[in-house]
């Protein structure tokens, strides 16, 4: 796992004075800051529709991430490993591959000290939406990547603020 000197020493500041992490477009915010967005988009488009919301950015967002690593020369499983070792190093939590059948298109995740969830507290229902969508677009790249036709979807199934030790996130075959 990389260390955190090492995520900084990756990170650059241009001349437009944009932060890029390995060439990527970054933007530092506080955690509150965020999850306040998250709860007002909540508010104005209900929370089924918001979570729907996340989920596509999160998926979108590590796609595009993981094609990245791809085209740098990374395959397979060190793909994921990079992407969840980078958000683990960015703060959102320490992530876990419990399992991976990269073929099937399943895996198993599991997310420590989800920033989301003790930034947002506890609540009746899951709160970290873009995880399952960035798991998701995260293996779907990979899949892409070796020819692999398998469209893939992601759920969270335990969420440390509706009351579990932990954030666990599934990604299996669409079956739509």
């Known amino acids: 796992m990389e260390t955190f000197s090492e995520l900084i020493n990756r990170l650059n500041l241009t001349a437009e004075n944009r932060l890029e992490l390995d060439e990527v477009p970054m933007v530092l915010m506080p955690l509150w800051f965020f999850v306040g967005i998250m709860k007002r988009i909540g508010a104005e488009v209900g929370s089924g529709r918001a979570a729907e919301i996340y989920y596509d950015a999160g998926y979108e967002g590590a796609y595009k991430w993981s094609k990245v690593q791809i085209e740098n020369g990374l395959k397979g499983p060190a793909v994921l490993e990079q992407y969840l070792n980078s958000m683990t190093n960015r703060g959102w939590g320490r992530f876990e591959i419990l399992s991976l059948e990269e073929k099937d298109g399943r895996a198993l995740f599991r997310l420590h000290h989800s920033a989301i969830a003790l930034e947002q507290g506890l609540s009746e229902a899951p ?26 979807i992601g759920k969270e199934i335990g969420c440390l603020s509706a009351g579990q030790p932990y954030c666990e996130i599934i990604v299996e075959p669409a079956t739509r």
């Open 127 to 152: 709160s970290c939406h873009w995880v399952p969508g960035a798991m998701a677009g995260s293996l779907q790249a990979i899949l892409e990547s070796k020819g692999n036709p398998l469209k893939v």
